[in-house]
T-cell receptor, first 111, second 111 residues
Framework: GIQVEQSPPDLILQEGANSTLRCNFS?????LQWFHQNPWGQLINLFY???GTKQNGRLSATTVATERYSLLYISSSQTTDSGVYFC?????????????FGQGTILTVHP | DAGVIQSPRHEVTEMGQEVTLRCKPI?????LFWYRQTMMRGLELLIY????????DSGMPEDRFSAKMPNASFSTLKIQPSEPRDSAVYFC?????????FGPGTRLLVL
């Protein structure tokens, strides 16, 4: 099956700093989502982004499908950004509908 | 919209007991997914339904696990008999279009 690798595994920031999280995947995808799991365990959709670039406030994401990677940018980080960020992909075919998750990046933002 | 609803939110049971987890998807969503999250294995897809029909149950760990979706607004995941290694957070998600939306999860502890 498809492999999804996220980096870095852990990231510690001071409030106000910027960061870039990376997701590499081993095969072509027809769906890619970024999620934030907050400290209470809730998984929150950030972006559906199989290709191209999207922005939502301080967050933006870019997926370069031909090179099989996606980047999540967090600008002017806040303590509420802390949690785990997951990238998840769907490959289609017999895997249609199935999201495969990476292991996540644990982000800690200190005040 | 209330989002995906799961119950119970927490469950503590003894080894050998039957456990039933419940999920109400977002109204109008035609796909429903059950995931399990553990520290060791991360987020894994167990089974998913499309229009109430099970499409892929290859992630169900063994025969002790079963899932049903009797109608478009309700699904259950049952573990019988439960074992300590089943302790995890179980998420239900529903999908409209390309984006999956997750419920708050059920935290299961099997003693």
């Amino acid at each position: 099956g498809i492999q999804v690798e996220q980096s870095p595994p852990d990231l510690i920031l001071q409030e106000g700093a910027n960061s870039t999280l990376r997701c590499n995947f081993s095969d072509s995808v027809n769906n890619l989502q970024w999620f934030h799991q907050n400290p209470w365990g809730q998984l929150i959709n950030l972006f559906y982004i199989p290709s191209g670039t999207k922005q939502n406030g301080r967050l933006s994401a870019t997926t370069v499908a031909t090179e099989r990677y996606s980047l999540l940018y967090i600008s002017s980080s806040q303590t509420t950004d802390s949690g785990v960020y997951f990238c998840a992909v769907e490959t289609g075919g017999t895997s249609y509908g199935k999201l495969t998750f990476g292991q996540g990046t644990i982000l800690t933002v200190h005040p | 919209d209330a989002g995906v609803i799961q119950s119970p939110r927490h469950e503590v049971t003894e080894m050998g007991q039957e456990v039933t987890l419940r999920c109400k998807p977002i109204s109008g969503h035609n796909s429903l997914f059950w995931y399990r999250q553990t520290m060791m294995r991360g987020l894994e897809l167990l089974i998913y339904f499309n229009n109430n029909v099970p499409i892929d149950d290859s992630g169900m760990p063994e025969d002790r696990f079963s899932a049903k979706m009797p109608n478009a607004s309700f699904s259950t995941l049952k573990i019988q008999p439960s074992e300590p290694r089943d302790s995890a957070v179980y998420f239900c998600a529903s999908k409209s279009g390309q984006t999956q939306y997750f419920g708050p999860g059920t935290r299961l502890l099997v003693l």
